[in-house]
């Protein structure tokens, strides 16, 4: 503190140093001896949405609009962005991707506007006195005028100069040190625009109120300085004059050279209380503040030896390279390298399309004389050279060793990131290595490396959320299952102690008896009602009386029902046989239904004979179920439904593919076998086999295009089935139940591991289709010698039998599982699978029957088809499930 | 001989000496670490993609754990197969891929959407949810969740999933390692329209 | 029409590998006179051959790793270890003697480890101490001062014709070490008593130390390893010649004796093998001098360039591990361990 006290006065104009630096050949000369010259008008400009640091601006115009010069084309998105105003007037000919100022040579969108020549502005004014306007109101009108800083990296001024309430700048410092060899448009600039220019700064400095206000110049500028001076005089702005090193002109390097300060890693000078803004940009300030002018247009130095003309030219943003080396006179037999920026930290052209931007300071188009071919690398003597000039203070011979390794911890434990790439180090570098794009290529692939990282964590968050889910259905699933089980074991306890159906003896009795229960409650009921319109006490008792009755005459009905459902043959005529099934099942339905309902009542009623009723109901429900079975039989031997046509094409094809497949699949077989045994013909059977197997490939295509073709047969496919032929055995509750046996832990581990196998099957199978495709493809073209032939046949065949034994792994696994399922379930899977069918086609051909008989028929047939129908639901269902589930549990996923 | 003697006894005093300082320092700064599963399903690449054998990078990780070899997983190459050779300190071992295809080409799927018929077969095949659809409604796939395993690919009964190349956008472009000693770093262009 | 695609910098210095070593060649230039204006030709025809040896083996393995031959024999590494290790054998080493050391410092210690740039020990100090170590005789038989054989006579040396009897004496250093008798007549020997240091070898040094001035002026090394290097050979030196200065040589006798001056400033100045930031630099030289002094006052050996400076090659990674430079914006240096 008490240092600094006494310090200040006579550190006050001290010029501190940097660590390094180099002293590379200026190249000024060329272009700094005469005035500033306006740029060419070129047909057409190309202005890219980035023309700055940060997102790119939004285009305000359309393809076709007409716009004039300074008007808002684009406008900024976010903080971070800059507007983009018409550098001329002229028609929106394209938005669209051209390349770009960027060492890919890649593209990006841009705006082009093909200029009408007219050069006609668009209403502007300055600002009189800026003073009056609040520093908001100014940072906004920067912000509108989309001034980027000039120097060269284009980070959007209204940022920098829009500073927190708690921020305090100490010192303004204007960067006009302009250290790259060749450049001088900074240095024409303040030779001819000082007054500008230093009223630019006037506006900074009203907008960041400054301690200090200090401009760098570099000594190499002596026309320069005086001029900035002259313009200064009596003003509270300091013009310190630096040495001429390069890199001074970067940002951190002035910051230490006039305040000794360092800005930290990672930080940005503001932090440390200094802002710090290009000359350029101050001068682009004063235009838009005082005159109204966006910012349309920078002065660019085009220099090199294959120009004829080198200086600095004001050239309009967007005008092409191209345009603008013509204008300057370009030789181009002599061109050998084009450069964007200086030649220590520029970047070199692909394309001389690409336009001049806000940051573009300087093109140099060299002669191959004036910046030769870079030598060939040679080995690293870890000279220190390139740590003595290196201006960050880094070990470049460090970074080199371990980016050159992808030692990129290392690298970054030598503080990479820190790094510049201000192209020192290379350029003393006596074994010529690249260093900087070394470094360059270091940081891209530690941004990769994060990037990657982040995304396989959020690659394992989702992997693993997903994994939680369908555990937890899973989880569900099994719940619900085993509360099923519990109920339907519940029912069958029931139904086991049921009494069996009456004898068709008793049917007679039982009418009769029916028809004197109803009677008998009709009598009830009506003495009940009269007695309750007399007001009668025991009408109450009557009621009871009467609901009894009802009770009774129900149970009647029911039982002569029963009956009648036992005794179909002597009920139905014989002449139609399905038509009779289908009343009998009408019948039965209905029957079981009412039994149903008659046994709720008792139960509601709380009769001593629910209990038989509901035991009845079961038993018709039975009769039923089997009464629809024969009733499919019959139809299946005689079908009334119109089936889908035979001649079906995908139908056709899909039974051609599986003979294929399996034609295929019997031949590699044979053809394994044979090998097995060392056969000789083991060669000759692959070969047929592959042929096969090219025979249901091409088959299968054409099956896949069929069903592209007409996708309304391939879903009519289920009805064109063959119904089944034998009566379905509806699994009921067994299936489920006995599957659940398994130790569901170990089948859950077996499902893991068949799912696992299954994808390294596929995995190594088409790894392995692949190989095989490109030997043949080889051996087709002949183009490879015969040892690389060789190699390649064994590396299919190895492939191969990796697949191969993933596969038999896979087969192994699933035998085992289709065992397990035999030994819990009494049945393989083929016959579970086959009940599922069954159920769902004969459910399919109902819904179909019913669809067609709905205008059509009574009502009652309705009402039994309706119930068949569910039931009929109810059997597919439980099939289905009773398949699901198995499969499931041992992890077999259908095909 | 006495000379003998005491070097002898010297070496295996600084032996002693250094042997309980190291091991002190072992113990007093042990890095408290993840578990080793963690640590180990932090290196793999979490593309999930089952190459390894196992139905995820996790199990894998967990397999390892359990002692099976670190060199299953193609995607991550050989850095990963050597920064789990570190981890583990086994035996240095050569990446099992069976010369797939290059593993440093980032892939991502692609679903021709007019051709997708919307089986939803692709979603229940990946493993990160990155594919988005409903039955009988047209699939696709969220790029930036994708992470290249392929495994919907086989599924897809029209085929209509592609796996295609991540090409580098200016803001994933980055410089080329330079070619090396003996080589000269630059790189021609051929300019026409000038 | 096709352009030029490379990173920045398009520009670069004029400075070039082959160059830099060619520099160092020419600075050694004083310092063979020297030897030869006190101990004949011998000096002069051991580099001659021991380049032609290096030349040819580094062509042989060059070849057989099927490198390019221009382009790495282009970069004078081999002719500097050569001629350093020339300078550094005594000037009655016959021929297979260079031969033997010469290509088993490019073969074994420069190109096996992976040729310029990778090696870790300095290639010519490891030829030195083989033949020091395999033929301890032949390697300490210099030429006594003021013995200087004609041209011929180094000829027949060199063929190993004649016997080494007539001129063989012993250098300042090894009478300083092995001297039996009276210690206050060692210190009036005149071996000891040059016009400042150890006869005849005063005015090698000297001329060393000038070539290494002129490398220092043309900035092929930096300054921090020949300072440390003579610091921490003199700084011990004094103490101990203070405390027992009939026991102990004084610093000036050290800096200019033996190869004090080839070894600050064109040994242990090796750039590949040596610590490389500055504070590194500076550690790892001072250490190899203080490793010579005491080597030379305790230790069985006359001298002890070579020996310490493989010493300190072994640490040079491990010093720099520890010298990172303190980076700009970083408030401290990573040193050492993590991040
Ligand atoms: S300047 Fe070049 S040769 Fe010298 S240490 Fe640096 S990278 Fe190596
Ligand atoms: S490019 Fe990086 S390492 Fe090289 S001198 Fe510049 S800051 Fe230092
Ligand atoms: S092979 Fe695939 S699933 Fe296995 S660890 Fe590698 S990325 Fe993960
Ligand atoms: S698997 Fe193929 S057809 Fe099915 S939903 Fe996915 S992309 Fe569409």
């Given at each position: ?6 310090g ?63 008007q ?19 028609t ?81 410092i204007?960067?006009?040190?302009e ?9 024409r ?69 006039l ?9 940005l ?40 003309q ?83 203070n ?18 970054l ?22 260093l ?135 009920a ?63 139809k ?118 068949l ?27 002949e ?8 190699a ?46 069954r ?57 | ?21 190291l ?116 699939h ?5 969740e994708?992470?290249g395993c ?45 | ?94 021929w ?27 290639p ?65 020997h005149?071996i ?59 610093p ?30 500076f ?22 360039v ?8 072994l ?25």
């Amino acid at each position: 503190m008490l240092a600094k006290l006494f310090g200040g006065t006579h550190r006050k104009n001290r010029v501190y140093d940097f660590h390094g630096g180099v002293h590379p050949p200026e190249n000024k000369q060329q272009s700094n001896g005469t005035a500033i010259q306006p740029g060419p008008l070129p047909a057409r400009l190309i202005l890219p949405l980035n023309m700055h640091i940060g997102a790119p601006a939004k285009p305000l115009v359309a393809p076709g609009d007409k716009v004039l010069k300074g008007q808002m084309i684009a406008e900024p998105v976010g903080a971070v962005s800059a507007a983009i105003h018409a550098p001329t007037s002229g028609t929106v000919s394209a938005i669209g991707p051209r390349p770009i100022q960027h060492p890919s040579g890649m593209d990006a969108i841009c705006i082009v506007i093909d200029s009408d020549g007219e050069d006609r502005w668009v209403d502007h004014q300055g600002i009189a006195d800026y003073t009056e306007l609040s520093p908001g109101e100014l940072v906004d009108t920067i912000r509108q005028a989309g001034i980027a800083g000039m120097g060269g990296a284009g980070f959007p001024t209204s940022i920098k100069v829009n500073l927190g309430d708690h921020q305090r700048v100490e010192q303004l410092i204007i960067n006009a040190v302009e250290c790259e060899p060749y450049i001088t448009a900074d240095d024409r600039l303040m030779r001819e625009r000082a007054a500008d220019i230093v009223a630019g700064i006037h506006i900074l400095q009203y907008l960041l109120n400054p301690r200090r206000t200090l401009i760098g110049i570099e000594d190499n500028k002596p026309e320069a300085i005086s001029a900035i001076k002259r313009a200064c005089k009596g003003c509270d702005i300091e013009v310190r004059v630096v040495p001429t090193k390069y890199p001074s002109g970067g940002e951190k390097q002035l910051i230490q050279l006039l305040t000794g300060k360092e800005v930290a890693s990672g930080q940005l000078p503001a932090q440390v209380g200094v802002v710090c803004q290009n000359v350029g940009t101050a001068f682009a300030i004063q235009r838009a503040v005082c005159h109204g002018e966006p910012l349309l247009s920078r002065i660019t130095t085009l220099t090199g030896d294959a120009v004829a003309q080198p200086g600095n030219y004001e050239t309009l943003l967007g005008t092409p390279v191209a345009d603008l080396l013509q204008h300057g006179g370009v030789h181009s037999q002599q061109l050998g390298r084009l450069v964007m920026g200086g030649p220590m930290m520029g970047f070199t052209l692909h394309n001389p399309a690409v336009p001049v931007v806000k940051t573009t300071n300087c093109i140099i188009a060299a002669s191959p004389q004036e910046l030769p071919e870079p030598p060939p690398e040679q080995p690293c003597i870890r000279c220190g050279s390139c740590a003595e000039a290196c201006p960050a203070n880094l070990l470049p011979q460090q970074l080199y060793w371990h980016a050159k390794n992808d030692d990129l911890d290392k690298a970054l434990h030598h503080n990479l990131m820190d790094c510049i790439e201000c192209g020192a180090c290379a350029y003393v570098c006596p074994s010529h290595i690249p260093l900087v794009q070394y470094y360059r290529y270091a940081k891209g692939e530690v941004r990769q490396r994060a990037a990657d990282q982040v995304k396989a964590d959020k690659a394992r968050q989702r992997f693993e959320a997903r994994q939680a889910r369908i555990e937890q259905e899973q989880a569900e699933k099994e719940a619900r299952r085993q509360a099923r089980l519990e109920a339907n074991r519940k029912k069958k306890e029931a139904g086991a102690a049921a009494p069996t159906g009456p004898s068709a003896e008793q049917a007679a009795a039982l009418k009769q008896a029916s028809l004197e229960a109803s009677k008998a409650y009709k009598a009830a009921v009506k003495a009940a009602k009269t007695a309750e319109a007399q007001g009668d006490d025991n009408a109450a008792d009557l009621k009871a009386e009467a609901e009894r009755l009802k009770a009774v005459a129900d149970k009647a009905k029911a039982a002569v029902r029963d009956a009648k459902a036992d005794a179909p043959a002597v009920a139905a005529p014989a002449d139609d046989a399905v038509a009779s099934l289908k009343k009998q099942v009408g019948d039965a339905s209905s029957a079981y239904k009412a039994a149903v309902k008659a046994a709720k009542d008792a139960e509601a009623s709380g009769a001593d004979d629910a209990g038989d009723l509901r035991a009845r109901a079961e038993a018709l429900k039975a009769t039923a179920d089997r009464l629809k079975a024969e009733l499919r039989d019959a139809k299946a031997n005689a079908p009334t439904t119109p089936a889908a046509p035979q001649t079906d094409p995908v139908a056709e094809l899909k039974k051609q593919v599986g003979d294929a497949s399996s034609a295929y699949k019997s031949a590699v077989k044979a053809a394994k076998e044979a090998e097995a045994q060392g056969a000789d013909n083991a060669a000759e059977l692959r070969a047929e086999a592959d042929r096969l197997k090219a025979v249901a490939d091409q088959l299968k295509a054409d099956l896949r295009d069929a069903k592209a073709n007409a996708p309304a047969p391939a879903k009519a496919a289920p009805a064109g089935k063959a119904p089944p032929a034998d009566s379905p055995k509806v699994p009921e509750s067994d299936a489920p139940q006995s599957v659940a046996g398994v130790d569901p832990e170990q089948a859950a581990k077996r499902q893991k591991r068949l799912k696992a196998l299954k994808t390294a099957y596929n995995m190594a199978h088409k790894q392995y289709k692949d190989a095989h495709a490109a030997l043949e493809r080889a051996e087709r073209h002949e183009e490879l010698s015969a040892d690389e032939f060789n190699a390649m046949q064994q590396k299919v065949d190895k492939l191969k039998g990796k697949a191969d034994v993933a596969r038999d792994a896979l087969d192994a696994l699933v035998e085992e599982a289709k065992a397990d399922i035999r030994a819990h379930t009494g049945k393989d899977l083929k016959t579970l699978k086959l009940e599922a069918a069954r159920a769902e086609s004969a459910l399919a051909d109902k819904q179909q029957e019913l669809a067609q008989r709905r205008d059509s028929a009574a009502e009652e047939t309705l009402e039994a088809l309706e119930a068949e129908l569910k039931a009929l639901e109810t059997e597919a269902h439980i099939a289905r499930k009773a398949l699901k589930q198995a499969v499931e549990e041992q992890g077999l996923v259908e095909e | 001989m006495t000379a003998v003697l005491i070097a002898i006894a010297a070496l295996l005093g600084l032996a002693a000496v250094f042997g309980a300082v190291l091991g002190f320092a072992s113990e007093k700064f042990k890095v408290e670490g993840d578990p080793i599963v963690d640590q180990i399903d932090d290196l793999l690449p979490q593309t999930q993609c089952g190459q390894c054998g196992h139905p995820g990078c996790r199990p894998y990780a967990e397999a390892i754990a359990e002692g099976e070899e670190h060199n299953r997983c193609p995607p991550g190459g050989q850095d990963t197969v050597d920064a789990l050779t570190d981890l583990l300190g086994r035996d240095a071992m050569t990446v099992d891929d069976d010369g797939a295809e290059d593993a440093d080409v980032t892939k991502v799927a692609y679903i021709r959407e007019d051709e997708c018929i919307g089986c939803t077969k692709c979603i229940q095949a990946c493993p990160v949810d990155a594919i988005v659809g409903a039955a009988k409604l047209m699939h696709t796939v969220i790029v930036d969740e994708c992470t290249g395993c392929d495994l919907c690919v086989e599924p897809c009964p029209v085929d209509c999933i592609d796996m295609l190349e991540v090409k580098p956008t200016l803001q994933t472009w980055g410089w080329n390692r330079p070619a090396g000693i003996g080589q000269r770093p630059d790189s021609r262009i051929e300019v026409v329209n000038l | 029409m096709s352009l030029i695609s490379s990173t920045s910098p398009h520009t670069t210095g004029k400075t070039d590998t082959g160059a830099f070593m060619r520099q160092v060649l020419y600075a050694t230039l004083p310092g063979l006179a020297v030897l030869t204006w006190q101990f004949g030709w011998g000096s002069v025809i051991n580099v001659l051959w021991a380049v032609l040896v290096a030349l040819l083996s580094e062509a042989a393995i060059l070849k057989a790793r099927g490198r390019p031959l221009g382009f790495y024999l282009k970069d004078y590494s081999a002719v500097v270890t050569a001629v350093l290790l020339g300078l550094a054998l005594p000037p009655t080493a016959p021929w297979w003697l260079t031969l033997i050391g010469v290509s088993f410092a490019i073969i074994v210690a420069k190109q096996l480890y992976g040729g310029l740039g990778m090696n870790p020990f300095n290639p010519a100090m490891v030829g030195y101490v083989l033949l020091l170590i395999s033929f301890p005789a032949a390697m300490t038989r210099w030429i006594a001062p003021g013995q200087t054989p004609e041209p011929a006579q180094s000829w027949q040396l060199f063929l190993g014709q004649a016997g080494v009897d007539g001129f063989s004496g012993a250098t300042p250093l090894d009478t300083f070490r092995t001297w039996a008798g009276n210690a206050s007549e060692l210190s009036g020997h005149a071996i000891l008593h040059g016009q400042f240091a150890g006869l005849g070898w005063e005015w090698v040094n000297l001329a060393f130390l000038l070539g290494g001035l002129y490398l220092l002026a043309r900035r092929i090394i930096t300054w921090q390893i020949p300072a440390a290097f003579l610091l921490g050979v003199a700084v011990p030196a004094l103490i101990a010649s203070l405390v027992d200065p009939v026991r102990f040589a004084g610093p000036l006798f050290h800096l200019f004796s033996g190869g004090t001056m080839l070894g600050a400033f064109f040994i242990a100045t090796d750039p590949v093998t040596a610590a490389t930031s500055r504070l590194g630099r500076f550690i790892y030289a001072l250490l190899i001098g203080v490793l010579i002094w005491v080597i030379r006052s305790f230790g069985g050996y006359p001298d002890a360039v070579a020996f310490s400076v493989l010493l300190l090659n072994l640490c040079a990674p491990f010093i720099d591990y520890y010298t990172q430079p303190r980076t700009y914006g970083h408030r401290k240096a990573n040193r050492g361990v993590g991040s």
